[in-house]
Every structure is written in structure tokens, then in C-alpha cells.
């Protein structure tokens, strides 16, 4: 076997990762947007349940790689982001972005460790989607078009 099948695949190379990032953008650009898919809710509620979402997902994922120390951390973890998105819907919209940039640092570190294993390309598509969701919501936030928490 050489090298040449592994340094191709989307665990590797930038190139291997322009498509996740790639998807990953519009996914975080259509995050942001979807308080405009539910004008019956409060735009804050509307993010939160995204970020719980989103936090679930390495749940699944860890149900998948069958070890017992990567569910129990991966279900601890995905209740941090369920408790900030709560906090969020009474308090500040602010803890939307907190959560979103804090669960695209626990992307990197996923991408970085293999944590979770079988995930390959998820880590970059989210922690792009998350980005660029915490980056329009706060923008949202400093221009008065969304209503803070």
C-alpha cells in the first residue's frame, strides 16, 4: 500500500478538506438564517435548538465507535452545549455565539485527536458551519436585527 491513498483522503490534505469547508459555509449561512423558517419563534429559541443540534450529532457518532468512554464524554459534553442553549433562550443571544465558537474549538480538537473515531470529514464541515453561524449571528447582534436573549 503507498502513501499516496491516504495523503488524498478528506482526514488529509487541504485539498482533501476544500469540500467539507466548502459545504460547511453555506450549512453555517443557512444555521444563521433559519429564524427566518420559523417566524413564529423567538430568534434566540430558534439558534438554540440549532445548537443543541449540532452538539447532539457526536452523540450519533459516538454510538457508532462502541466505546464506553467516548459516549459518556461525548453525551457530557453535548449536555454542556443543551445547557447553554437553555441559558440562552432566558438570558443573552450572546450565548448562541458562545456555544457555536466554543463547539467549532471542540470540531478542531476532534479533528486534531480522532476522538470519536469515523468522523473524518465531519470535524471541518462543522467547525466551518459553526463559524460562520457565530460570525452572522453576532453581526446580527451588533446591528439590532436580531433581538437579544
Known amino acids: ?10 482526514t488529509g490534505t487541504r485539498g482533501g478538506l476544500r469540500t467539507p469547508a466548502a459545504w460547511g459555509a453555506v450549512a453555517g449561512g443557512v444555521q444563521a438564517a433559519s429564524p427566518l423558517a420559523f417566524p413564529w ?4 429559541t430558534v439558534h438554540a435548538l ?11 457518532f459516538a454510538v457508532a ?8 464524554a461525548e453525551v457530557a459534553v453535548a449536555s454542556v452545549f443543551v445547557l447553554l442553549a437553555a441559558a440562552a433562550v432566558r438570558g443573552s443571544a450572546w450565548l448562541i ?10 470540531d478542531v480538537w476532534q479533528h486534531r485527536t480522532q476522538f470519536v473515531a469515523g468522523t473524518r470529514w ?4 462543522c467547525a466551518v458551519v459553526d463559524g460562520v453561524a457565530a460570525v452572522l449571528v453576532a453581526a446580527a447582534l451588533v446591528a439590532g436585527l436580531a433581538v437579544p436573549g
Request: proline share 4%; glycine share 14%; aromatic share 6%.
Open 65 to 72: 465507535d462502541g466505546r464506553r468512554h467516548v459516549l459518556v
Open 41 to 44: 419563534l423567538d430568534t434566540t
Open 1 to 10: 500500500m503507498t502513501g499516496t491513498a491516504s495523503s488524498t483522503s478528506a
Open 97 to 106: 455565539v458562545v456555544g457555536l465558537v466554543g463547539h467549532g474549538l471542540k
Open 122 to 125: 465531519w470535524p471541518p464541515f
Open 50 to 60: 440549532g445548537l443543541t443540534l449540532i452538539a447532539a450529532v457526536y452523540i450519533g
